[in-house]
């Protein structure tokens, strides 16, 4: 996705170009243990001044396919083998990946993230009516983690002296450590009071409409709200807005900070 682009693989019903460097099934990081977003219990925020956090983006991205596919599986009480069968799918659709040279380790877990939604729905697609599926995914893949990533955000924000500059911190180190190479990023404004991380290019959403399941992108979109929900500028000195997102058919994704400043004169 950025910088020199090599080898293309199909994920669907055309080629899509992935990056520079290659990785094997199986991460060090991944077998160790590594979500999209924020973090979760296993994985508080860290303090404004602690800069020993990192995201974990194998262990994040295990728990994140692991929860939806649990909770996609116990939706369908007449299919008991449905969790196997997308499994199995999604296993073929990463090994069918595996020529492909990557950007980055993370690449590879974001790979991984995008192609068990598309293992799902082309699992259900012959059950399901577009609409219905897609909104039967998106419970899935959004409601199980809720709950911890939004009690997560608010502790961070609760023991943070700057709720502010505590999130942009944040959203500074996800950006490196757990988006990498494969996402595009822009700042159009970077200050004490309006901070902007417009993601230009979204590897999600390159892979899947690559496949011919864009529609599968505002899935991952939609994550976001279980931590954007938990921020209240009365309480926490700030806003936040998305006003789009380039899988709800934006050019960009501006997620974008702003301190509340007090009244104007």
């Not at 995008?114 to 059950?127: C, G, I, K």
């Not at 893949?141 to 939004?150: C, D, G, I, Q, S």
């Not at 009365?234 to 997620?255: D, K, L, V």
Request: glycine letters at 6%; aromatic letters at 8%; one cysteine or more.
């Amino acid at each position: 996705m950025v910088g020199v682009l090599a080898g293309p693989v199909v994920v669907g019903r055309a080629p899509v170009q992935l990056g520079c460097v290659p990785f094997p099934l199986g991460t060090p990081n991944e077998r160790e243990g590594t979500m999209p977003s924020q973090p979760t219990p296993a994985h508080p925020a860290p303090a404004e001044d602690d800069a020993s956090y990192r995201p974990d983006p194998g262990r994040e991205t295990r728990l994140t396919i692991d929860s939806f596919l649990q909770t996609l599986a116990a939706a369908e009480p007449g299919d008991p083998e449905l969790g196997a069968r997308v499994r199995r799918r999604h296993r073929d659709l990463i090994i069918n990946a595996r020529p492909v040279r990557l950007a980055d380790e993370q690449s590879w877990m974001h790979l991984k993230m995008a192609l068990v939604l598309l293992a799902a729905y082309q699992e259900l697609q012959e059950r399901y009516r577009d609409e219905d599926l897609l909104a039967r995914l998106r419970e899935a893949f959004v409601e199980p983690l809720r709950p911890y990533v939004a009690q997560a955000t608010s502790s961070a924000l609760e023991a943070a002296a700057d709720p502010f500059s505590a999130m942009v911190t944040i959203s500074r180190e996800r950006e490196h450590t757990f988006f990498g190479k494969s996402f595009v990023f822009d700042h159009p404004a970077d200050d004490d009071s309006r901070y902007i991380a417009e993601v230009r290019r979204c590897f999600y959403h390159d892979v899947l409409a690559a496949a011919g399941a864009a529609q599968l992108t505002p899935i991952l979109c939609a994550f976001d709200a279980t931590w954007i929900e938990v921020i209240d500028p009365s309480r926490h000195g700030f806003s936040f807005e998305r006003p789009a997102t380039i899988g709800t058919g934006g050019a960009t994704c501006p997620f974008t900070f702003i301190r509340d400043t007090g009244p104007k004169p």
